[in-house]
Antibody, heavy 117, light 107 residues
């Protein structure tokens, strides 16, 4: 079991880019699918996408091309960028790990990002 | 996209009760389904994968079953620590999706 920890600004202005990083400890970032999931306050879970250790990505089309994920093997971290944010993007963002079954067995604690001017 | 519909949206129950939550997929997903438990302010926790396989460390009072596109999570004897929100997730095809959640509340 790995430990995941999200980090990044808790407040982002509308139209700007949200940037988060997930640090992975107690395990290697090689293999597995490193995933971002978000949860608006009081609402359900939405899969944002993943980046595989090979660099392959897969994003939720509902986010209309605003998502970019990257991986830094040397730091055992992966990152999320979500551009052109609006208030509707306000959510708790979780990073999580999945294998090729796409079940999420390890999660970060989550970080709240609020979009507001 | 595959839609996952959970019912009920909430259930009131007492310690010791048997609780059943249903998740219906809008199309066939074989057994590519997981169940998660989420407590307030915490990340979801994987309980069951592949529709009926218990994740390591999860109490045996939790079980999952399936019939066609209908999936069921059963808590055989509700314990105080089981009051939480439960989500199903389909892993059959992209985009991956979750049900809207079922809140298990104290009666």
């Amino acid at each position: 079991q790995v430990h995941l920890q999200e980090s990044g600004p808790g407040l982002v202005k509308p139209s700007e880019t949200l940037s988060l990083t997930c640090s992975v400890s107690d395990g290697s970032i090689s293999t597995y699918y490193w995933t971002w999931i978000r949860q608006p306050p009081g609402k359900g879970l939405e899969w944002i996408g993943y980046i595989h250790s090979s660099g392959t990505t897969n994003y939720n089309p509902s986010l209309k091309g605003r998502v970019t994920m990257s991986l830094d093997m040397s730091k055992n971290q992966f990152s999320l960028k979500l551009s052109s944010v609006t208030a509707a993007d306000t959510a708790v963002f979780y990073c999580a790990r999945a294998d090729d079954t796409m079940y999420f067995d390890d999660w970060g604690q989550g970080t709240l990002v609020t979009v507001s001017s | 996209d595959i839609q996952m519909t959970q019912s009920p949206s909430s259930v009131s129950a007492s310690v010791g009760d048997r609780v059943t939550i249903t998740c219906r997929a809008s199309q066939g997903i074989s057994n590519w389904l997981a169940w998660y438990q989420q407590k307030p302010g915490k990340a979801p926790k994987l309980l069951i994968y592949a529709a009926s396989s218990l994740q390591g460390g999860v109490p045996s009072r939790f079980s999952g079953s399936s019939s066609g596109t209908e999936f069921t999570l059963t808590i055989s004897s509700l314990q105080p620590e089981d009051f939480a929100t439960y989500y199903c997730q389909q892993a059959n095809s992209f985009p991956l999706g979750f049900g809207q959640g079922t809140k298990v509340e104290m009666k």
